[in-house]
Nanobody, 117 residues
Framework: QVQLVESGGGLVQSGGSLRLSCAASGIEFAINTMGWYRQAPGKEREFVATITGRTKAIHADSLKGRFTISRDNVKNNTVYLEMNTLKPEDTAVYYC??????????WGKGTLVSVSS
């Protein structure tokens, strides 16, 4: 059974940083595209960033310069999200996803990021 598991969330003060990780297990081949969405309380899920391979990254315009998605090895099926200069409005559950190129997207259960003012 394929699973995506996020980690690295937590409580941080405004202006601080966090690094989220997401690792896929139960899959024998590389997931070429992985990424992140987030959902704040009372709001719809929104796109954060996606990366294809190791270098083709796209970030939400509103998060450019503060958030950076990366992968160190596509075969590891692990993706990271570096978040800097965090703001209270970044408080949300952050979800990792994987796109195998076929079938439905794979989703993790999410990790909570809380930013205090």
């Amino acid at each position: 059974q394929v699973q995506l598991v996020e980690s690295g969330g937590g409580l941080v003060q405004s202006g601080g940083s966090l690094r989220l990780s997401c690792a896929a297990s139960g899959i024998e081949f590389a997931i070429n595209t992985m990424g992140w969405y987030r959902q704040a309380p009372g709001k719809e899920r929104e796109f954060v960033a996606t990366i294809t391979g190791r270098t083709k990254a796209i970030h939400a315009d509103s998060l450019k310069g503060r958030f950076t998605i990366s992968r160190d090895n596509v075969k590891n099926n692990t993706v990271y999200l570096e978040m800097n200069t965090l703001k209270p409005e970044d408080t949300a559950v952050y979800y990792c996803y994987g796109d195998r190129g076929w079938g439905p997207l794979l989703w993790g259960k999410g990790t909570l990021v809380s930013v205090s003012s």
